[in-house]
């Protein structure tokens, strides 16, 4: 019996395209053999760093190419958070992302994710009382862990008390272009007239993640003192890695794979709900539009890390819904199905709802 794993936000590696990237190495070292070996410079290679902007509309001057948006993310928290500083998260929010602010000694204040994203009233009540946040972490599409999407309406709400009470807005987006139902929203750094947004995306979703190349967009400003970070940290990211990313963005390959990604996703996105709505109909959640997260509650009386335990006798894994909050949380769960084909999910859930019986909890 292998064991099924609903913990990891990876894509499995039959919806990573190989044969694109074998390719695309070949042509960075046959095309630009000077650009892709040297060190470069902090900003990252220039030629994806210009196809970035073009994406996103904005000048070049405004991107910096990193290894991975986690990188993307400690910089900007080096550059902006300090001990004691008022830090806005999702409740739930990415474990990484609490993990580097308590690091770095934030005030880190949770306000509620609703189906349609943060509670953007509940902060604005917050602030109204006095608290003066230096940055708002915002996941706006397929949040992670919860799948959410944060609205049209919620995204004008938040630029506009970013603006009135003077914080930043960290959109942290590597979902983005894995929607597989219903229309894209426009992205809150498209929205900002006031150089409040900084902007992270990735590669890791719809390229591979291995491949450790992501972004920061935001005011010219902003970047320029991150790359002064970036030159003292490692005087410049993996050309080699950027190089390659180039060359399948360039070469018409990106839209395939994340093509292949979408597809593969919704299948078991579908497998998934059906899979519980079988084993567990006592569990609650919402499908999501696109993305590699579900999460899921399960009766008050179940104890997810006893759960835990029952799941991984039976070889199942997933990550506790307390790894993703400061409190609270105890019977709820994220279920990444990303990495794991409809079949494994089928069997996956059923061992799942099994350990959920042998807790001998009521319903
Ligand atoms: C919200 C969020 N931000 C950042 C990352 C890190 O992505 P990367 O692989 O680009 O470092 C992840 C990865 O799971 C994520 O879910």
Same mark, same amino acid.
């Given at each position: 019996?292998?064991?099924?794993?609903?913990?990891?936000? #990876?894509?499995?590696?039959?919806?990573?395209?190989?044969?694109?990237?074998?390719?695309?190495?070949?042509?960075?070292?046959?095309?630009?053999?000077?650009?892709?070996?040297?060190?470069?410079?902090?900003?990252?290679?220039?030629?994806?760093?210009?196809?970035?902007?073009?994406?996103?509309?904005?000048?070049?001057?405004?991107?910096?190419?990193?290894?991975?948006?986690?990188?993307?993310?400690?910089?900007?928290?080096?550059?902006?958070?300090? #001990?004691?500083?008022?830090?806005?998260?999702?409740?739930?929010?990415?474990?990484? !992302?609490?993990?580097?602010?308590?690091?770095?000694?934030?005030?880190?204040?949770?306000?509620?994710?609703?189906?349609?994203?943060?509670?953007?009233?509940?902060?604005?009540?917050?602030?109204?009382?006095?608290?003066?946040?230096?940055?708002?972490?915002?996941?706006?599409?397929? *949040?992670?862990?919860?799948?959410?999407?944060?609205?049209?309406?919620?995204?004008?709400?938040?630029?506009?008390?970013? !603006?009135?009470?003077?914080?930043?807005?960290?959109?942290?987006?590597?979902?983005?272009?894995?929607?597989?139902?219903?229309?894209?929203?426009? !992205? @809150?750094?498209?929205?900002?007239?006031?150089?409040?947004?900084?902007?992270?995306?990735?590669?890791?979703?719809?390229?591979?993640?291995?491949?450790?190349?992501?972004?920061?967009?935001?005011?010219?400003?902003?970047?320029?003192?991150? *790359?002064?970070?970036?030159?003292?940290?490692?005087?410049?990211?993996? @050309?080699?890695?950027?190089?390659?990313?180039?060359?399948?963005?360039?070469?018409?390959? @990106?839209?395939? #794979?994340?093509?292949?990604?979408?597809? =593969?996703?919704?299948?078991?996105?579908?497998?998934?709900?059906? =899979?519980?709505?079988?084993?567990?109909?006592?569990?609650?959640?919402?499908?999501?539009?696109?993305?590699?997260?579900?999460?899921?509650?399960?009766?008050?009386?179940?104890?997810?890390?006893?759960?835990?335990?029952?799941?991984? #006798?039976?070889?199942?894994?997933?990550?506790?819904?307390?790894?993703?909050?400061?409190?609270?949380?105890?019977? !709820?769960?994220?279920?990444?199905?990303?990495?794991?084909?409809?079949?494994?999910?089928?069997?996956?859930?059923?061992?799942?709802?099994?350990?959920?019986?042998?807790?001998?909890?009521?319903?």
């Amino acid at each position: 019996m292998a064991t099924i794993s609903f913990a990891r936000g #990876a894509p499995s590696l039959d919806i990573v395209d190989v044969e694109g990237l074998r390719e695309s190495a070949r042509l960075a070292f046959d095309n630009d053999p000077a650009g892709t070996t040297a060190y470069g410079t902090s900003v990252g290679y220039v030629p994806l760093r210009e196809w970035i902007a073009e994406q996103h509309g904005v000048a070049a001057e405004q991107v910096l190419v990193t290894n991975g948006s986690m990188q993307a993310d400690a910089f900007l928290f080096e550059l902006m958070v300090g #001990a004691g500083d008022g830090v806005v998260v999702e409740s739930p929010t990415y474990d990484r !992302t609490l993990l580097n602010l308590r690091g770095r000694g934030a005030d880190i204040h949770m306000f509620d994710l609703e189906r349609d994203g943060i509670d953007v009233e509940q902060l604005a009540g917050a602030l109204g009382q006095g608290f003066r946040p230096k940055l708002a972490h915002i996941i706006p599409n397929f *949040q992670n862990p919860a799948g959410y999407t944060l609205s049209a309406a919620k995204r004008g709400r938040l630029l506009e008390l970013a !603006t009135e009470h003077d914080f930043t807005i960290f959109e942290d987006d590597p979902y983005v272009s894995i929607r597989f139902e219903g229309e894209p929203l426009p !992205t @809150m750094l498209s929205q900002d007239d006031a150089g409040k947004v900084v902007y992270a995306s990735s590669f890791s979703k719809t390229v591979c993640p291995g491949i450790r190349v992501g972004y920061l967009v935001g005011p010219q400003a902003v970047i320029k003192q991150i *790359q002064t970070l970036a030159t003292n940290t490692y005087i410049s990211p993996n @050309m080699v890695a950027q190089s390659i990313v180039n060359q399948f963005a360039r070469s018409g390959r @990106m839209d395939g #794979a994340i093509e292949t990604v979408k597809t =593969a996703l919704r299948a078991r996105r579908d497998a998934l709900v059906a =899979a519980l709505e079988r084993e567990l109909p006592e569990a609650r959640f919402q499908a999501p539009q696109g993305g590699y997260f579900m999460w899921v509650e399960l009766p008050e009386a179940v104890d997810v890390a006893e759960l835990e335990r029952a799941a991984a #006798a039976r070889e199942v894994i997933f990550v506790k819904g307390t790894d993703f909050l400061l409190e609270g949380g105890a019977n !709820t769960l994220r279920l990444a199905y990303s990495g794991v084909n409809p079949e494994q999910i089928d069997e996956g859930i059923t061992r799942l709802a099994e350990a959920v019986r042998s807790l001998g909890v009521a319903a």
